[in-house]
């Protein structure tokens, strides 16, 4: 299943970010995309915390770092590929553990 995917942000970046999708979004008691919690998912999930999480992006993946004039700061991808390939893994990660195989 896809829980994230990449997102083109023409209002807020000019570029792509990672986003989840609106039906996990649901079904884990409804997050709005603007909350910050939303934006801590990802890195959470890989055992980082905020500021590892976009050094990650930034170095591995090729992102930008925004928002740092406002209340939250996050990774833009100028390339959907590269957006693409984190969101493959933070993908492939959580079904992992959706399916309960990190606790057998």
């Known amino acids: 299943m896809k829980y994230f995917r ?3 942000m023409l209002y807020d970046s000019n ?3 990672v986003q989840l999708e609106e039906d996990f979004l649901t079904s884990i008691g409804g997050m709005k995309k603007k909350e910050s919690s939303v934006h801590y998912f990802p890195c959470k999930l890989l055992g980082l915390n905020y500021d590892e999480y976009l050094r990650l992006c930034r170095d591995q993946f090729n992102a930008r770092i ?5 209340p939250y700061i996050w990774a833009v991808f100028d390339n959907k590929k590269d957006c693409d390939k984190l969101c493959k893994i933070l993908n492939e990660r959580l079904n992992f553990m959706m399916k309960g195989e990190m606790f057998n």
Request: proline content about 0%; glycine content about 28%.
């Open 66 to 70: 925004e928002g740092s004039k406002g």
């Open 6 to 8: 990449s997102q083109y």
């Open 15 to 17: 570029g792509y970010a």
